[in-house]
């Protein structure tokens, strides 16, 4: 990116999260000041310019993310019946789109579901660590709880929660409320 403007400190801001982050990697030359940024599938963000020292810091001006890792076995699904959901609890090995699913009683299902399940964290977390969670594709809207705190919810890609202000070593429970639209119900009543 390159911006007709100096003597000032870039910092990024993502709209979605509400969060600015300092820019490490940038430079002034010829009365312009140049940075690279890596986005992510639909991300977007802002370059606010400030006064202060300039500066540069160590390292990228994006979120390198490792993971640490994967949330594998069964999920306990409660949907709502009250929406054309089963009352009795789902359990499934896999998050899959509803809509795709061969359980009839669930695929045109629109409306929340609460997806449940608990995992184990062995080691604790460092000073100033930052953990988030990646739901890969969620269609629509998923609001993440982590021991009964809420993290965020996702509306758009990348469909990412930062989770370490409520995660602990040992045991976590962990909730997803995943709503969708009501196109979903329309298709199955056609």
Known sequence: MNFRIENKVPELYNPVTDETYPCHQWKTENGRTKLTYRF??????????????????????WIEFSPEMTLSGAWNIQFDPKYGGPAELVTSGELTDWSNTLDERIRNYSGTAHYSKSFQRSKPLSEGQAVWLSLGLVAHIAEVKVNGKSCGICWTAPYRVRIDQALKQGENKLEILVTNTWANRIIGDH
């Open 40 to 61: 992510e599938a639909n991300e977007s963000l802002f370059v606010i310019f400030r006064d202060g020292k300039i500066n540069p810091l160590e390292g990228v001006n």
